[in-house]
């Protein structure tokens, strides 16, 4: 079974859908750890109830980047992981950092990228008045928000949202497939050809 770590920074949401989905034998990864950036991140308390270890690598406890992700590295060889899962980690991970897992981590970002990257990505929908948004899974490469694409999902944008009502809609299609990215991946149905990530259609006996 595929050794999975998240990475996260806040409440921790979309971590709780990948827990559901592993309990409900829908999600065949093993979480092996919780790793996070802040010492009073709410995901704290929801792997504690999962049975999830956890690390905290402490961001302010660093004087700074360097050291900081030199210890988050340390952290994440450590789990023992073969997926590290970036479910709202807020930090932007350094180049050394991608390299040093290629192709073994994984972002959910609330938007349809390459649209909105960063920071205010539902905010910037409505702002732009775009008639539809969502959410993107991508594999993580040295740039922000621009690693190719494995699954996206499309919700409308309403005339009275704003932007917290389109980021709760949005979250529901994070909480949907982002599991779903995760069985593909521990299925082995993810090819990679450049820029383009292939769903192959699950093996027959």
Do not use: K
Request: glycine content about 6%; some cysteine.
């Amino acid at each position: 079974m595929l050794r999975c770590a998240v990475l996260a920074s806040g409440r921790g949401s979309d971590f709780q859908a990948i827990c559901d989905a592993v309990a409900a034998g829908i999600c065949p990864v093993e979480l092996v750890r919780l790793i996070t950036d802040n010492p009073a991140a709410p995901a704290i308390g929801r792997a504690e109830r999962a049975g999830v270890p956890v690390t905290v690598v402490d961001w302010a406890s660093f004087p700074g980047r360097a050291a900081y992700e030199t210890a988050l590295r340390e952290a994440m060889e450590a789990s023992g992981a073969e997926l590290f899962v970036l479910a709202g980690y807020m930090r932007l991970l350094s180049p050394e950092t991608v390299r040093a897992f290629p192709d073994r981590m994984i972002n959910i970002h609330p938007a349809l990228l390459p649209a909105f990257p960063g920071l205010r990505a539902p905010a910037q929908a409505v702002e732009h008045g775009v008639r539809f948004s969502g959410c993107t899974v991508h594999f993580v490469n040295e740039e922000m928000d621009a690693g190719p694409i494995i699954l996206q999902a499309c919700v409308p944008v309403l005339e009275d949202d704003n932007a917290e009502t389109l980021a709760a809609r949005i979250l529901t299609e994070e909480h949907r497939i982002l599991p779903e990215a995760l069985r593909l991946y521990a299925e082995g149905r993810l090819e990679r050809d450049g820029r383009r990530v292939r769903v192959l259609p699950p093996a027959t006996d």
